[in-house]
């Protein structure tokens, strides 16, 4: 059996876990050439440049990164990229184009047309699906645009599900659906099916001020907000002008009285301690319990041991 020459192109351990085990599997009509990636970036307070979790994966076992200004492939596998890969690229290997090549793939971790963009996990924790998945496009020159190969469903059980757990779950399951489908769309038994435009809806690029805690919010949007904003860039709000991000907390939409029996009145954004000495803070529908939180300059530590530091509570 020919061997079709495959280049993959990712940069988080999300297409880490895809594409190792698309390694390990060696499917005999795949021939990895080579891993495609963003430049090393400047990391820490330090700034030390820090290669991408594929790069460190690809030279650990032993394949070449190239260049996508380069490239000479039969089959490109992309999975979060964080890029655009340019439409003379994709031409390369379009087989829309009559050419006897297989095109490029994506592996979008959302049940397209369903979220298309930059941030499909966290946005499935922010809106409390119950439901996500993976599918398998044909890249076209538009964003997470092009017709369907396969899917995956993923339900969502756990409500306290965070991103780095959703983000494990779905790669988990886009490297079984790639390796499932890999052999049927290279033996032609499969026809893309295009998406419905029309259903389309889209989520934007995750930045520092999407953390910032209004508490205007539920505290249930809230508390999905600090699972779908970790680690990258966490919760936060202000703390005696000092940055405090809040690590971990649980709804209690129960009224409550604090020892200064503040608990239901308590105004939005008021921090108060609970009957049971809970730290707690008024959101505009309901309470959030804080468990864990770091403040600016300190170490990560438990809301009882930031109240013994601050009795004035």
Do not use: C
């Amino acid at each position: 059996m020919k061997k079709i020459k495959t280049i993959l192109i990712g940069t988080p351990e999300f297409a880490v876990r895809i594409f190792k085990k698309l390694k390990e599997v060696e499917l005999p009509s795949v021939e990895i050439m080579g891993v495609v990636t963003v430049e090393d970036k400047p990391v820490g307070r330090k700034q030390e440049l820090t290669p991408s979790p594929i790069k460190k994966w690809a030279l650990g076992v032993k394949l070449p990164i190239l260049q996508l200004e380069k490239l000479n492939a039969d089959l490109i596998i992309a999975a979060a990229y964080g890029q655009i890969i340019p439409k003379e690229i994709l031409e390369i290997v379009d087989p829309r184009l009559g050419r006897a090549k297989f095109g490029a793939l994506n592996i979008h971790p959302s049940l397209l047309p369903k979220y298309r963009g930059a941030s499909p996990i966290q946005t499935a924790i922010l809106n409390g699906d119950k439901e996500t998945g993976i599918t398998i496009i044909l890249m076209d020159e538009k964003m997470d645009h092009g017709p369907i190969l396969g899917n995956s469903k993923f339900e969502i059980r756990n409500s306290k599900i965070t991103y780095n757990e959703l983000t494990n779950e779905l790669a988990d399951l886009g490297a079984d659906l790639l390796i499932k489908t890999l052999p049927n769309w290279i033996e032609g038994k499969i026809k893309p099916r295009p998406q419905d435009h029309s259903k389309a809806t889209f989520t934007k690029i995750i930045k520092k001020e999407d953390g910032k805690i209004d508490w205007n919010k539920s505290a249930e949007e809230i508390e999905r907000m600090m699972r779908a904003l970790d680690p990258w860039p966490g919760t936060f709000t202000f703390w005696n002008n000092k940055q405090l991000k809040i690590l971990k907390a649980d709804v209690d939409k129960k009224p409550r009285k604090s020892r200064r029996n503040v608990g239901a009145r308590s105004k939005v954004g008021e921090v108060f301690l609970t009957d049971d000495k809970k730290l707690a803070i008024k959101t505009g529908n309901g309470i959030l319990i804080l468990k864990q939180v770091q403040l600016e300059g300190k170490k990560m530590m438990p809301a009882k041991d930031f109240l013994n530091g601050h009795p004035e509570i």
